[in-house]
């Protein structure tokens, strides 16, 4: 099925984040494709018609990091604009993140993903997040168990 073009898209595309975290860890994958390739970022990507935002977290979760997550609270929504040399808008998204806990499985790179880890809170200065993110992982980390 169709979504329409992500690149220069005509209009905001639906997307989600697994804040997965355990203890003082969480879990952040490299992106594959971009537009964040080779960056790391929060798990997650474009919800599918039909699709509930926590059934496509649940989804998400499992395509990029191999791990089944419990869905928790809505952490944040925000939104991803990125613009061209032009200034024209290449990508956007509004993006809900989810805190997360596992289930089950075992931490592996899959789809978008070309390396997963349990990053310590701690270090997350040496994953060079964007602003936004950082943000969004302090907030759910400040959420508690």
Not at 114 to 126: E, P, V, Y
């Amino acid at each position: 099925m169709d979504i329409g073009s992500r690149e220069y898209p005509a209009r905001p595309l639906v997307g989600v984040g697994a804040l997965i975290i355990q203890g003082s860890k969480i879990v952040l994958v490299r992106r594959s494709k971009p537009p964040s390739q080779g960056e790391w970022s929060i798990p997650g990507g474009l919800a599918r018609v039909g699709e509930t935002l926590t059934q496509a977290v649940i989804r998400e979760a499992l395509e990029e990091t191999g791990l089944i997550v419990r869905i928790g609270p809505l952490v944040d929504v925000v939104e991803r604009v990125i613009r061209d040399k032009n200034d024209r808008v290449q990508f956007h998204y509004v993006i809900a993140d989810y805190k997360c806990s596992v289930i089950s499985g075992a931490l592996v790179a899959g789809s978008d993903a070309s390396n997963a880890c349990w990053a310590q809170k701690d270090h997350l200065g040496d994953f060079k997040l964007p602003a936004i993110s950082l943000r969004v992982i302090d907030k759910a980390f400040q959420m508690g168990e």
